[in-house]
């Protein structure tokens, strides 16, 4: 176990409605990032959040926003939820952010997921 | 897109090396390139990465070309629970550390 935990496991939401994922990060990492993975596809970057702030987002619209809190858990808001929207959203958690100059890696250590069904 | 290609399933027997390869014939001198498994059902798992020298840790060894146009995972004594979606990534600079995922290789252990 990565020490990554996310709430809630499964959730099922009407069309046009709102939900709130959550994510704890792994003790000692300041980073959180979530991903979109729909059914047989590898996992699709949403957005970053470092130190409390955005920092890279991927091809999402803004209905998908989320926030980082002191403690360095993360929210996953998505407003107007449409059935496209239905898939497993991880958390990943890393510490510090990637060197662009150096090149070196953080790896990033992934919760189980949460299961958002839209119908 | 992804920038790895690697082939869509591959089947091991239980306790045989199981070789999984992934071309990246594109990398940038300064990009890493990492595997993650996936689990059904569960979150990705970190396994490995490296740059250009082999590398090798509890889990498994990456073996990269001289070229660094092509990488090979390799489990060395596969079981049954080594069975998942293995995802070859390259970092992307610029990407602010976010990781590119494809569709990975299914790898079947088989008893």
């Known amino acids: 176990e990565t020490g990554v935990t996310q709430s809630p496991t499964h959730l099922i939401k009407t069309r046009g409605q709102q939900v709130t994922l959550r994510c704890s990060s792994q003790?000692?990492?300041?980073?959180v990032s979530w991903y979109q993975q729909a059914l047989g596809q590898g996992p699709q970057f949403i957005f970053q959040?470092?130190?409390?702030?955005?920092?890279g987002r991927g091809n999402f619209p803004p209905r998908f926003s989320g926030l980082q809190f002191p403690n360095y858990s993360s929210e996953l808001n998505v407003n107007a939820l449409e059935l496209d929207d239905s898939a497993l959203y991880l958390c990943a958690s890393s510490f510090g952010i990637w060197d662009l100059a150096g090149g070196s890696g953080n790896e990033q250590y992934f919760g189980p997921g949460t299961r958002l069904t839209v119908t | 897109d992804a920038k790895t290609t690697q082939p869509t399933s591959m089947d091991c027997a239980e306790g045989r090396a199981a070789n999984l390869p992934c071309n990246h014939s594109t990398i940038s001198g300064n990009e890493y390139v990492y595997w993650y498994r996936q689990i059904h059902s569960q979150g990705p798992q970190y396994i490995i990465h490296?740059?250009?020298n082999n590398e090798t840790n509890e889990m498994a060894s990456l073996i990269i070309t001289e070229d660094r146009k092509s990488s090979t995972l390799i489990l060395p004594h596969a079981t049954l629970r080594d069975t998942a979606v293995y995802y070859c990534?390259?970092?992307?600079?610029?990407?602010?550390?976010?990781?590119?995922f494809g569709k990975g290789t299914k790898l079947s252990v088989k008893p």
């Open positions: 990534i390259v970092r992307v600079l610029g990407s602010q550390g976010n990781l590119i």
């Open positions: 959040y470092y130190r409390e702030e955005e920092n």
């Open positions: 003790s000692g990492h300041n980073t």
């Open positions: 490296g740059l250009k």
